[in-house]
């Protein structure tokens, strides 16, 4: 993303999707948004829940969702997370889905 003239802001009261706006992933975000307590849905408290998204987004289209790339703006103006914070909210993204999965499906301890 460059910062151009052209770089805006929209406020969105609950949440959006853009590029593969119809993918599964975004069932998390569906899901949990509406339960949030009212200080919970501050954009900073949203960003593992975005992760989460896009991270989960990539295993059901690998095509076209690589990585994980966050921007976020406020009053303050345009933040880019820098690349460690990305590979940070990435990593932490990952290990809750296998935890997730995990508890859904515990390995066979019986042999």
């Known amino acids: 993303m460059k910062d151009t003239q052209e770089t805006f802001c ?3 009261m609950t949440y959006i999707f853009a590029g593969d706006a119809d993918n599964a992933s975004t069932f998390w975000a569906m899901r949990y948004y ?3 307590h009212p200080e ?3 954009m900073d408290k949203l960003i ?11 295993h059901l ?3 076209i969702i690589e990585g994980l790339e966050i921007v976020v703006c406020d009053r ?5 997370f820098t690349e460690q914070e990305n590979l940070a909210q990435h990593e ?3 290990r809750r889905g296998s935890e997730i999965e995990a508890i859904l499906f515990p390995p066979d301890t019986q042999g």
């Open 76 to 80: 303050s103006g345009i933040r880019r």
């Open 92 to 94: 932490n993204a990952a």
């Open 10 to 12: 929209h406020r969105i």
């Open 40 to 42: 919970s849905k501050r």
């Open 61 to 63: 289209n690998s095509a």
């Open 34 to 36: 509406s339960c949030l």
């Open 48 to 58: 593992p829940l975005a992760a989460q998204v896009v991270v989960d987004a990539k």
